[in-house]
């Protein structure tokens, strides 16, 4: 019983950290539950003949004294991007060279993986913002590959935009690392660390200097925890759905496209798009009646 809560209490912790602030669960999954709880076994009390004499108390053993800890080693220095001179594609170019050599990033890959940088175009004036790459992403090279990078070109379509228009980024270069099964392979992501994104923050904002996008979109907690900072929110819903600034520029925060993976209703898909309308508006892009009533 104690497995399956610490399973259950894990999952919710992972669902949060993505942006998921509630979960539907059935009655016949409550009521098993329930069962599980009042059948599981609880500690009899002593009876009577099971007390414990009176007696003088041992002196406690004393404790051997512990080994000195041993010192962690030193946290890798946080980069420091300064791009040249030049055109964006020059400086793109240079950008990803420091990224492909970082050691850190290199350290992190797993045989076989690649490192991951920003796709899309140089001169986009809209930017999404993203978590960290995925199974797919690591494998390609690219953000947003999988399945939720596929609705997420479904997004931008509605907008009456491309994948070609924009520029698509991650917090994150490489793919937070969990344990992996006797065949290498690692199941499942998790969040990446503070200090993981604080490491890759300075290669995401040298992308945001090179194509200057009028507004950024940034994409679940995580993406917008990474921009916004680590301690400026709890839940996702405090700053969804609103106007906020990174580096002078516009930022709206909406759920990632994994959300709508997870609760494919019209509701979750209509909560996302209001943001993307909202960031229509601003882009003074033109909006159909359509496209306004779009999952109502």
């Not at 259950?8 to 669960?25: C, F, P």
């Amino acid at each position: 019983m104690r497995l399956a809560l610490s399973a259950i209490t894990e999952e919710l912790r992972r669902l949060k950290a993505s942006g998921v602030d509630s979960v539907v669960v059935s009655e016949e999954g409550l009521s098993a539950l329930r069962k599980s709880v009042a059948s599981s076994p609880r500690a009899a009390p002593l009876s009577a003949s099971e007390d414990v004499p009176a007696e003088k108390p041992a002196a406690p053993a004393r404790a051997p004294k512990a080994a000195p800890r041993p010192e962690a080693p030193p946290a890798a220095p946080v980069p420091v991007v300064s791009l040249p001179p030049g055109d964006k594609k020059s400086r793109w170019a240079a950008l990803e060279r420091m990224v492909l050599e970082d050691p850190v990033c290199r350290a992190k890959l797993r045989p076989g993986k690649k490192v991951v940088l920003g796709v899309g175009n140089l001169d986009a004036s809209l930017m999404f913002i993203g978590e960290a790459p995925g199974a797919e992403e690591e494998v390609q090279g690219e953000p947003f590959v999988g399945p939720a990078g596929q609705l997420l070109n479904r997004m931008i379509a509605g907008m009456a935009l491309s994948r070609a228009d924009v520029y698509i980024g991650n917090i994150m270069n490489w793919r937070p690392d969990l344990p992996t099964g006797p065949d290498g392979v690692q199941t499942g992501n998790r969040p990446p660390t503070d200090a993981e994104m604080a490491h890759c923050l300075p290669y995401l904002k040298a992308q945001i200097e090179i194509v200057a996008p009028s507004l950024i979109v940034a994409l679940g907690a995580t993406a917008a925890k990474g921009l916004l900072g680590p301690k400026s929110f709890g839940a996702l819903g405090e700053v969804r759905g609103r106007w906020h600034d990174f580096g002078g520029r516009p930022l709206m925060v909406t759920y990632h496209p994994s959300y709508i993976l997870r609760n494919p209703t019209n509701r979750t898909k209509r909560m996302i798009w209001e943001d993307l309308l909202k960031v229509m508006e601003r882009a003074k892009l033109p909006i159909t009646d359509k496209q306004r009533g779009f999952f109502l």
